[in-house]
């Protein structure tokens, strides 16, 4: 099964600042089939990003994604306060489907 | 509104079994593959289960192979995930998700989710 390693495991920003998060794969990730959730205490996983770089419905475009092959990041351009939770990587391109263990981002 | 909602959590010893079901509204539940996603206290989401639209075809993690049922009644709009030989390392919620896409699907529509706990 494909492993993701996201990084890094915390990231400590202030709000206006620009956040950027890594998702490692350990073998290709086909055709960007790699989407990106942000998940907050108590809550469901939301989707944000699909196909590597496609914003889901309603997701502002200060977030981001972009990369191919083994290697991707998801940018929020200005952190908004609502921003901080953590973020998790998905790759739908193998079965089993797997994500990564998550990058929190936290207010400095 | 797409709208997932869990049910049939709850405590059970190990060795025990334990039925969830999810009601889905808000679109037609027949034409999408669904997922069971579970996440054990303070880790990551992890695969568990996942049926084709029709219910013809599933899949499961090694974790719950042999131990696990995923089922649908798409007259009913729902998906069940039926739970046996369970183990304390199955403490988590279950998500019941959607499946949208190519591929293996990514998640774009999740419930929010059912407590299981297993414990003596």
């Known amino acids: 099964e494909i492993v993701l390693t996201q990084s890094p495991g915390t990231l400590s920003l202030s709000p206006g600042e620009r956040a950027t998060l890594s998702c490692g794969a350990s073998q290709s990730v086909g055709s960007t089939y790699l989407a990106w959730y942000q998940q907050k205490p108590g809550q469901a996983p939301r989707l944000l990003i699909y196909?590597?770089?496609s914003r889901a419905t309603g997701i502002p475009d200060r977030f981001s994604g972009s990369g191919s092959g083994t290697d991707f990041t998801l940018t929020i351009s200005r952190l908004e306060p609502e921003d901080f939770a953590v973020y998790y990587c998905q790759q739908y391109d193998t079965s089993p489907i797997t994500f990564g263990q998550g990058t929190r981002l936290e207010i400095k | 509104e797409v709208q997932l909602v869990e049910s049939g959590g709850g405590l059970v010893q190990p060795g025990g079994s334990l039925r969830l079901s999810c009601v889905a509204s808000g679109f037609t539940f027949r034409d999408y593959a669904m997922y069971w996603v579970r996440q054990a206290p303070g880790k990551g989401p992890e695969y568990v289960s996942l049926t084709s639209s029709h219910g013809s075809t599933t899949y499961y993690a090694n974790s719950v192979k042999g131990r696990f049922i995923i089922s649908r009644d798409n007259s009913k709009n729902t998906l069940y995930l039926q739970m046996g030989s369970l183990r304390p390392e199955d403490t988590a919620v279950y998500y019941c998700?959607?499946?949208?896409?190519?591929?293996?699907?990514?998640?774009?529509?999740w419930g929010q989710g059912a407590l299981v706990t297993v414990s003596s």
């Open positions: 998700v959607r499946g949208r896409g190519s591929g293996w699907y990514y998640l774009d529509s």
């Open positions: 196909g590597a770089s």
